[in-house]
């Protein structure tokens, strides 16, 4: 039981990130369309112990991880276009010379810690 509780405790962090639990409440006040999903019966019971645990409904932990989600997916997509600009701009090395400068990186914390 100590495991379910350090999950619970791990996504509560994870979904409610440092915008806090009022986010997740909050996603009711949107506009919202109504939607079902279906889910092994180990995640329907994790889901029913977290929205106990946090006072929260399924239908909140849900959006919220969606919405988590979503801004991951948008971050990543970001670094992507970022890195194709990169690309077309020629900011880019060789995997060899990346491989040598991250060797001289790792040589260096090597020295440091040696002293």
């Known amino acids: 039981m100590k495991k379910r509780e350090e999950e619970c405790d791990l996504l ?18 949107v506009s ?4 079902s999903i279906r889910l092994p019966n ?12 946090t006072d929260l409904s399924r239908n909140h932990l849900i959006s919220a991880a969606i919405s988590k989600m979503m801004e991951n ?7 992507v276009e ?3 600009a990169d690309y077309e701009a020629g900011r880019v090395v060789s995997m060899e010379e990346a491989e040598r400068r991250a060797q001289a990186v790792i040589d260096q914390a090597i020295q440091r810690k040696a002293k």
Do not use: H, M, P, R
């Open 73 to 79: 997916y948008e971050f990543v997509l970001a670094k």
């Open 82 to 84: 970022e890195g194709d």
């Open 12 to 29: 509560i962090d994870t979904l409610c990130d440092t915008k806090g639990v009022n986010q997740a409440k909050e996603i009711t006040t």
């Open 32 to 35: 919202s369309v109504q939607f």
């Open 42 to 53: 180990d995640q329907k019971e994790f889901l029913d112990s977290l929205a106990g645990a």
